[in-house]
């Protein structure tokens, strides 16, 4: 059965596609991060999908493409930070037993990570109040879905892959 080595998920600033860079190139395999797969497929940002579709057509590509790539993708697998709230995912991480990590982090580094601009639609408005929001109502699916928990904050993304590396045993 074809499977990711390891799902990274986790809010926006934990570092999925960047640590997830640095574990594809230790694991020699390939970074799969649906978003970036969403908006070669769509030629537009997710940003763009949010403002001209709406939300809720943005989560049907990224449930499609989670979903798929749960069955199909072979190496490093970042969700987007919603991804894990929609049912089917969920349930798919959990159930189909995949390698789940939680890159967690605080509001501080996340802040200093993706700096809350508009390439962020859910965070446009009050940003650091709407991460906040969001974190609060993901934490417990993020915890759900995931085998561990992994802590990025003040970290390297090197350092977070060695603790990920070490979870896998590789």
Do not use: C
């Not at 991060?33 to 939300?55: K, L, M, N, P």
């Not at 995912?89 to 605080?106: K, M, N, P, S």
């Not at 995931?146 to 390297?156: I, K, L, N, W, Y």
């Amino acid at each position: 059965m074809t499977r990711p080595v390891v799902v990274l998920v986790g809010p926006p600033g934990a570092g999925k596609s960047t640590v997830g860079q640095v574990l594809a190139e230790r694991l020699s395999v390939a970074l799969h991060d649906v978003d970036v797969a969403i908006e070669a497929a769509q030629g537009r940002t997710v940003s763009d999908i949010f403002v001209e579709d709406g939300e809720p057509a943005f989560r049907a590509l990224e449930r499609a493409e989670v979903l798929r790539a749960l069955t199909e993708h072979e190496g490093v697998l970042a969700l987007g930070g919603g991804a894990v709230m929609q049912p089917d995912v969920a349930t798919a991480l959990q159930e189909g037993g995949h390698a789940v990590v939680f890159l967690d982090v605080t509001i501080a580094d996340a802040s200093s990570r993706v700096g809350f601009d508009a390439s962020r639609p859910l965070l446009l408005v009050n940003p650091r109040a709407a991460w906040t929001r969001l974190m609060n109502a993901r934490r417990e699916t993020y915890e759900t879905v995931s085998g561990t928990r992994v802590d990025t904050a003040g970290r390297t993304p090197e350092q977070v892959a060695d603790e990920v590396t070490a979870w896998l045993g590789r």
